[in-house]
């Protein structure tokens, strides 16, 4: 009998000190809890001590985008792409990857294809840009952007200005191009949708556009 209640006493002792299930993950949570507060103070004061850029570090810079002159005050770190949407309002370039993997932000630069989200603004002073809006014709489409009309070459579209883009540069360079040409000319743009037999149509056509 004796030793029965020692055994109970024994287990009731272990119960005590073992952790229960409930205080398992209060104690985690509250561990949580105080992990978020502090990572939320450092990334608080690390912002708040980020340093600005002085005004005299600004660099003046003219931009010549379709067809238009822009005199800008620009931080020497910023993108193309920045500066097109964020500063001129030209939002049909595309903010994507904005590491030079998926090519919405296509823009033309002397009328060669290039990633605008890889190009400083402060790169491509003196040279003439076109986005998607210059290839405007007033309140009408491009021969490009009507084709991808007519072929039905996007599904989500998000890709589609870098697309445009892209092909603009090749008929621009090659008025007649064979289709491997449009191949390699959008293999640096990423459409997620699979939507390239519809764009390699839009391509052959567009030149067709473009020289009627």
Not at 182 to 210: E, M, Q, T, W
Request: with cysteine; proline share 4%; aromatic share 4%.
């Amino acid at each position: 009998m004796k030793k029965e209640e020692d055994d109970e006493k024994i287990g009731q002792c272990q119960c005590r000190r073992g952790v229960t299930r409930r205080g398992f993950l209060a104690s985690v949570g509250v561990g949580a809890m105080a992990a978020l507060a502090t990572s939320g103070k450092i990334s608080a004061a690390a912002e708040a001590s980020a340093p600005e850029l002085p005004a005299e570090k600004a660099v003046a810079v003219t931009l010549l985008v379709n067809e238009r002159r822009h005199r800008l005050l620009v931080e020497p770190r910023w993108s193309l792409l920045y500066v097109l949407r964020e500063h001129l309002g030209l939002t049909g370039t595309k903010v994507g990857c904005e590491r030079g993997e998926c090519g919405a932000c296509t823009v033309l630069i002397d009328d060669l294809p290039r990633y605008a989200c890889l190009t400083l603004a402060v790169e491509a002073e003196g040279r003439r840009i076109t986005t998607l809006e210059g290839l405007m014709q007033g309140e009408e489409l491009g021969p490009v952007q009507q084709a991808f009309a007519e072929e039905d070459a996007l599904q989500c579209g998000y890709c589609t200005p870098g697309q445009i883009m892209a092909v603009e540069g090749l008929l621009r360079a090659r008025p007649q191009p064979a289709t491997e040409e449009i191949r390699l000319a959008v293999s640096g743009n990423i459409c997620r949708c699979g939507a390239y037999p519809h764009i390699f149509k839009a391509a052959a056509r567009a030149a067709d556009l473009k020289r009627g």
